[in-house]
């Protein structure tokens, strides 16, 4: 049995001078990442890349609604949805926080 976990990553570019750097403009790149099953229990699944399986290895609930990663890929791709609106969510009340306190700052009379 696999299961199914897509994230967007970013991935550096070279640079004039050889070294790597982050683009300029965003770029990311979704990817559909799969992992083999080591083992059932009752109450859910052992997953992981077997190629390094002691490195990767990762506990998830046959019965939770979050889970790290999903059964079949319908459910990976509802998630990773999921996820990202509700970091467009923390990330916009983080801007207003910021912006708010910047106001707060340049009202005050140093």
């Known amino acids: 049995m ?3 976990r ?29 992992y083999d099953t080591f083992q059932q229990t009752p109450k859910g699944y052992w997953i992981g890349d077997k190629s390094f399986p002691r490195l990767t290895r990762k506990w ?20 990773f949805v999921k996820r990202t609106e509700k970091r467009i969510k923390i990330l916009k009340r983080q801007i207003e926080f910021s912006q708010a306190t910047l106001s707060l700052l340049n009202n005050m009379k140093l």
Not at 24 to 29: A, D, H, I, L, S
């Open 2 to 4: 696999m299961f199914y």
């Open 6 to 34: 897509y994230v967007a990553v970013q991935y550096a570019s070279m640079g004039m001078d050889g070294e790597y750097v982050s683009p300029e403009f965003p770029n990311p790149t979704i990817e559909l990442r799969k």
């Open 60 to 79: 998830v609930s046959a019965t939770s609604k979050k889970r790290f990663a999903y059964p079949t890929k319908e459910e990976a791709l509802l998630n």
